[in-house]
Each structure stands twice: as structure tokens, then as C-alpha cells.
């Protein structure tokens, strides 16, 4: 049965990457929760408060739904963005994505997500490249992201702002 994770995006450029290539990438050291996924996963795309280098303005925010859409890999070529190298990634099929910088705000559903067991503290657990999701989290996700989304052809031109090596 697939699984369901977030994957946590900290970077406006990677957002960029990840959203118009519809792949995933992973840095060096983090092999275990890259293979944490699997084909055919169902995963939210999650921008940090500091995707977009303004943390008092922007709100973390799921954005996007995907489906793992091929095996974690080690890459051929280490996907760069600033200085750190991604060297593990996988495929992935975007199939509802939120308008450039809207979405779900997660804090506001924390209290009701078993996978932040203190919501005073769930910030801490989201300092990691993902993060696999109960199924009751995951429909509840499901069930407050889906009006917010648009196909992706509709969505996507907002994410092409972002000039990405890689």
C-alpha cells in the first residue's frame, strides 16, 4: 500500500526545480529518508516559512500534490542549488498545484496532524528534506489542499521564475 510524506522545500529556486521538472532531489547524508519513498507514493509538496527569504511575510504552506513516479536514484549529476548538492532524487507526477506562493497553511492544522505529537513544537520536525505522513494525516491533507489546487498546466507558470543549475 503507498505511503504519504511531505517533502519539506526550503529553498525558492529548489521550489522552482522540484515544481517545473517534477522531480525530487535529495542532499548528500540523506539517503534514508530519500528511500523512505517509493514508487507510486503520494506526496505534498511543503514550502518552509523561508522559501521565499522572507519568514515574517510568508506562512509555511502544502502546495502541491504528486505521486512518486519512479525508484529513488542516485543521480548522475548532483542537482546544485547555492552551494549544497542534491545527489539522490526520483520522478515525480504533479497532479493539483496551488497558485505561486498560496496553498494550505499547515500551522493551522498542526493541533489535528498525529504526526506532530506536540504541536508547540512541531516546527522542529519539519528540519528534514521529508517527512512520512499517518494516513489519517494524510486524508485530512488531501481533504483541505484539494480546493485550493488547479491542474497543473494551470499552476505551473508561476513556479518558472527561478533561473536552476542542474
Same mark, same amino acid.
Given at each position: 500500500? @503507498? ?31 530519500? $528511500?523512505? !519513498? ?14 521565499? $527569504? ?6 509555511? $504552506? ?8 519512479? @525508484? ?31 496553498? !494550505? ?11 506532530? @505529537?506536540? @504541536? ?10 521529508? !517527512? ?7 486524508? !485530512? ?26
Amino acid at each position: 500500500m @503507498p505511503s504519504s510524506h511531505l517533502l519539506i522545500i526550503g529553498d525558492r529556486a529548489a521550489l522552482s526545480w522540484v515544481v517545473t521538472e517534477q522531480r525530487m532531489a535529495f542532499p548528500a547524508g540523506r539517503s534514508k529518508a530519500a $528511500r523512505a !519513498l517509493e514508487e507510486g507514493d503520494e506526496v505534498f509538496v511543503y514550502t518552509t516559512r523561508g522559501c521565499f $527569504r522572507n519568514p515574517t511575510r510568508d506562512l509555511g $504552506r502544502v502546495m502541491a500534490r504528486a505521486t512518486v513516479a519512479g @525508484p529513488v536514484r542516485v543521480l548522475e549529476e548532483p542537482v546544485v542549488f547555492g552551494e549544497r548538492g542534491f545527489t539522490e532524487g526520483c520522478r515525480l507526477e504533479v497532479s493539483g498545484l496551488a497558485r505561486f506562493r498560496e496553498g !494550505l497553511v499547515l500551522r493551522d492544522l498542526v493541533p489535528r496532524l498525529s504526526v506532530f @505529537p506536540d @504541536p508547540a513544537t512541531w516546527s522542529v520536525r519539519m528540519r528534514r528534506a521529508s !517527512l512520512t505522513l499517518p494516513p489519517d494525516d494524510a486524508e !485530512l491533507l488531501r481533504a483541505e489542499l484539494e480546493p485550493l489546487l488547479s491542474p497543473y498546466e494551470e499552476a505551473v507558470e508561476g513556479y518558472r521564475r527561478e533561473p536552476v543549475t542542474g
